[in-house]
C-alpha cells in the first residue's frame, strides 16, 4: 500500500516528532493530517473560467493534504481582476468544478471552495471598459495582470450602499454553488487587500455610510458576508482568512491590531470551521499597531480552529502545532512543487524546488509534472 494511500485511510494517526501528521476534526470533517494546501492563483482556468481536466488532476495529485484550499474563486463577472482564473457563478463552471472534487474525492481527499471578488484590484480590461468597484474611489498603486500585459491601476468606483446587499448575496449564491459542485466547504477570502479586507482597511475605506468610519462599521461588510454565507451552507462548512498584518496590495490600516481584533473577536460568533490568518509578507518591525507574529497574538482572541499560512517548512510547522499556536498550518509553493507533501514531511526527505518562471498561466509544465518521491525513488533504483 502506498504511503499517500495509508495517510488517506488514518483517522487516529499519532506522531510526536510530526504533529503535524496527526488527525484532526474539522467541525465533523475529518482530516487525516494538518498539512493544508493553501488557497494559490495559478491562472490555468479554461474558456469562460472554467476549471478543466489539468486542473482536477493538478489538485488530485495533491489529495493527500489534510484539507485542500481551491485557488481564489470569483464570485461574479464584476469580481474578476487576473486572467484565466476560475469562477464559481455559471453552469459550466460549476460543471467543471465537479471534475475536480469528484477527483479529490476519489483520491480520498477534501476541499475546500476559496470564494473571491477582488473589488479594486483589478482593471476596466475586465469589465468591458467598466471602472472596477470598491468601498472607496482609493487608486492602489502598482500594476494589474492582463492577457495584454501590465496596465497601471485605475481610479475604483466607490460602490453606492444599495448595491451591496447584492454583493453579499453572491457571496452567499457562491457557497451554495460551491455544495452544488462537490466541495466540503467554503473559505471567505477576506484578506491580500480583496474586497472584504478593503471595507475593512481605513487606508482604502473613507465611506461615510453605515460600511464606513469606525471599525464597527468597517468591519459590517465582512460580517454580513459571513452571516449570509452560514445562513446559506451552515457554519461548520465556512472558513475565512485574513491578513491582518498584510501589506499587500497597498493595503494600510492606521491600528491594524486593534481592528483586527475586533473582527474577529465578531467572528468568534459564528462558530466557524476555521479562521485562516496569514503572516506578514513583509517586514512590519518599524509599523506602530502591526504585529510581527499574527497567529500566536490572535491564539488567544479566536475560540476555535485555525489555520495558519506564511513561511512555514517542516520543523516550524511541527513546532508551530506543537505550541499550540495554530491547528493547522497550510503550504503554498512548498505544496506547488510537492504533491506528495505530506509523505515528505513524514520521511523528512528533501523538497522538490518551485518554478516560479510557471506560477501563472502556461500548460502542465510546472503544474502537473513535479515529480512523486516515489517516482524520484523509482528513478534511482533504475539508475
Known amino acids: 500500500m502506498k504511503f499517500q494511500d495509508k495517510l488517506l485511510g488514518t483517522t487516529d494517526m499519532t506522531d510526536s516528532k510530526n504533529p503535524l501528521l496527526t488527525s484532526y476534526n474539522l467541525s465533523g470533517l475529518k482530516l487525516p493530517n494538518r498539512v493544508i494546501m493553501a488557497p494559490m492563483t495559478r491562472s490555468r482556468a479554461g474558456e469562460g473560467n472554467v476549471p478543466t481536466e489539468m ?10 493534504a489534510g484539507l485542500i484550499i481551491s485557488e481564489a474563486t470569483q464570485i461574479s463577472e464584476q469580481g474578476v481582476g487576473y486572467p484565466w482564473t476560475p469562477g464559481i457563478h455559471s453552469d459550466e463552471q460549476l460543471e ?59 481610479e475604483p468606483r466607490a460602490l453606492e450602499t444599495d448595491e451591496i446587499p447584492g454583493i453579499i448575496e453572491d457571496y452567499a449564491q457562491a457557497a451554495r454553488n460551491a455544495i452544488k459542485a462537490g466541495f466540503d466547504g467554503v473559505e471567505i477570502h477576506g484578506a491580500n487587500g480583496y474586497l472584504i479586507d478593503q471595507f475593512i482597511q481605513d487606508s482604502t475605506n473613507k465611506r461615510d455610510d453605515k460600511y464606513g468610519g469606525s471599525v464597527e462599521d468597517r468591519a459590517r461588510f465582512a460580517l454580513e458576508v459571513t452571516e449570509a454565507v452560514t445562513d446559506a451552507i451552515g457554519s461548520n462548512k465556512v472558513g475565512i482568512r485574513l491578513s491582518p498584518s498584510g501589506e499587500f496590495n497597498d493595503m494600510y490600516d492606521s491600528n491594524a491590531k486593534h481592528t483586527f481584533t475586533y473582527v474577529i473577536n465578531q467572528l468568534n460568533k459564528f462558530n466557524l470551521a476555521y479562521l485562516h490568518l496569514v503572516e506578514p509578507l513583509t517586514d512590519v518591525s518599524d509599523m506602530p499597531n502591526y504585529l510581527e507574529n499574527v497567529t500566536p497574538y490572535f491564539r488567544n482572541v479566536y475560540e476555535g480552529t485555525i489555520i495558519t499560512c506564511g513561511g512555514y517548512d517542516r520543523t516550524s ?30 520521511v523528512d526527505t528533501p523538497l522538490n524546488e518551485p518554478d516560479s518562471d510557471t506560477f501563472y498561466g502556461g500548460d502542465e509544465e510546472g503544474y502537473t509534472d513535479y515529480p512523486f518521491m516515489e517516482d524520484e525513488m523509482e528513478e534511482k533504483e533504475v539508475a
Open 317 to 346: 510547522g511541527n513546532e508551530a502545532v506543537k505550541q499550540n499556536d495554530t491547528d493547522l498550518v497550510a503550504y503554498a509553493k512548498l505544496f506547488l512543487a510537492n504533491p506528495d507533501l505530506p509523505e515528505r514531511i513524514a
Open 55 to 64: 486542473n482536477a488532476k493538478y489538485y488530485k495529485q495533491r489529495a493527500s
Open 96 to 154: 467543471g468544478w465537479k471534475k475536480v472534487t469528484d477527483a479529490v474525492h476519489e483520491a480520498g481527499g477534501r476541499m475546500f471552495a476559496q470564494i473571491w471578488h477582488v473589488g479594486r484590484i483589478s482593471h476596466p480590461y475586465f469589465h468591458d471598459g467598466d471602472l472596477p468597484v470598491a468601498p472607496s474611489a482609493v487608486k492602489p498603486e502598482g500594476q494589474a495582470f492582463t492577457p495584454e500585459g501590465m496596465k497601471d491601476f485605475v
